[in-house]
């Protein structure tokens, strides 16, 4: 039987934080952390699909989704930031074993969470998120071209189009067979969020502060091979934001892996949300309902 989704506010380090909740609090948690543009909202269908056996937490970040959006000139708007948010939410809602899902910006926020406290990880679910330099392919050179100089007018320019209205749907809507089963919903919930005042600026800031996460790279892969965590590749193989390279690249470091690509775009869980569900289910069930 499936349980219905929670919609909570807490208060996290001084921000008022919008998450998901759904699940019986007592069966193995998964985390869910999303990318940008989006918000927690991009896990709805999945968290319904889990919620049977498994309980489901998925927040908004600061700046994202129904989370508050403090000023620039009081918040640090980083993925630091952003990893003791989600950490000190699961602090307070007395959450100390978990299993993270991981995509596009949620990654480097679960992987700082994850090297910083291996022993309570359950497993990791790895969507279209980064952790290799081979994953950073033409999508990323204007994102390279900010971060040498952060004044480059005409990188600033490409990086403000990919959260435009038309750049929102490419997102959505690139590598996807038939884009006619996106539903339009997905970029006008975001434009809600990206059209505050400053919320442009906060998003150039994140696009320049990816560099901490780059830098980190080496230090999460000893993690990885460290503690060699149980981990699930469910990957859309036509994305052009983080290709299929990046997913490739974790074979170097994870024995203990099991990969999976789907016919699908950077946000698979649009287009092959069941597929990939089944495909956690049956890895979770193995791998942590077993114990």
Same mark, same amino acid.
């Given at each position: 039987?499936?349980?219905?989704t929670?919609?909570?506010?807490?208060?996290?380090?001084?921000?008022?934080?919008?998450?998901?909740?759904?699940?019986?609090?007592?069966?193995?948690?998964?985390?869910?952390?999303?990318?940008?543009?989006?918000?927690?909202?991009?896990?709805?269908?999945?968290?319904?699909?889990?919620s049977?056996?498994?309980?489901?937490?998925?927040?908004?970040?600061?700046?994202y989704?129904?989370?508050?959006?403090?000023?620039?000139?009081d918040?640090?708007?980083?993925?630091?930031?952003?990893?003791?948010?989600i950490?000190?939410l699961?602090?307070?809602?007395?959450?100390?074993?978990?299993?993270?899902?991981?995509?596009?910006?949620?990654?480097?926020?679960?992987?700082?969470?994850?090297?910083?406290?291996?022993?309570?990880?359950?497993?990791?679910?790895?969507?279209?998120?980064? /952790?290799?330099?081979?994953? #950073?392919?033409?999508?990323? %050179?204007? $994102?390279?071209?900010?971060?040498?100089?952060?004044? *480059?007018? !005409?990188?600033?320019?490409?990086?403000?189009?990919?959260?435009?209205?038309?750049g929102?749907?490419?997102?959505?809507?690139?590598?996807?067979?038939?884009?006619?089963?996106?539903?339009?919903?997905n970029w006008?919930?975001?434009l809600?969020?990206?059209?505050?005042?400053?919320?442009?600026?906060?998003?150039?800031?994140?696009?320049?502060?990816?560099?901490?996460?780059?830098?980190?790279?080496?230090?999460?892969?000893?993690y990885?091979?460290?503690?060699?965590?149980?981990?699930?590749?469910?990957y859309?193989?036509?994305?052009?934001?983080?290709?299929?390279?990046?997913?490739?690249?974790?074979?170097?470091?994870?024995?203990?892996l099991?990969?999976?690509?789907?016919? /699908?775009?950077?946000?698979? #869980?649009e287009?092959?949300g %069941?597929? $990939?569900?089944?495909?956690?289910?049956?890895?979770? *069930?193995? !791998?942590v309902?077993?114990?």
């Open positions: 039987m499936k349980n219905k929670q919609h909570r506010f807490i208060k996290i380090n001084g921000v008022d934080i919008f998450y998901r909740e759904a699940g019986p609090k007592d069966a193995p948690t998964l985390v869910l952390l999303h990318g940008y543009p989006s918000s927690s909202h991009m896990f709805r269908n999945l968290i319904t699909a889990l049977d056996k498994y309980h489901l937490i998925a927040a908004d970040y600061p700046g989704g129904r989370s508050e959006q403090p000023p620039i000139a918040f640090s708007y980083t993925f630091e930031n952003y990893s003791l948010i950490e000190e699961l602090n307070q809602l007395n959450i100390s074993k978990y299993s993270l899902y991981l995509m596009d910006y949620g990654a480097p926020v679960g992987w700082r969470i994850a090297s910083k406290h291996p022993e309570r990880i359950d497993t990791l679910i790895v969507q279209n998120g980064c /952790a290799y330099d081979e994953g #950073l392919e033409a999508f990323w %050179d204007p $994102i390279k071209a900010y971060w040498k100089n952060i004044n *480059d007018k !005409k990188a600033e320019e490409t990086l403000k189009g990919f959260h435009s209205p038309d929102l749907k490419w997102q959505y809507t690139h590598g996807v067979p038939d884009a006619s089963v996106i539903s339009p919903d006008e919930i975001d809600r969020h990206l059209e505050r005042p400053e919320n442009g600026r906060i998003q150039l800031d994140m696009f320049y502060d990816y560099q901490s996460n780059v830098k980190l790279y080496p230090e999460w892969q000893q990885f091979r460290d503690y060699n965590p149980e981990m699930l590749i469910v859309g193989k036509n994305d052009f934001i983080f290709p299929v390279a990046g997913a490739e690249a974790y074979k170097k470091d994870i024995k203990n099991e990969y999976h690509l789907f016919d /699908a775009g950077h946000f698979a #869980l287009s092959s %069941d597929e $990939i569900a089944d495909t956690i289910r049956t890895f979770l *069930d193995q !791998k309902l077993k114990n």
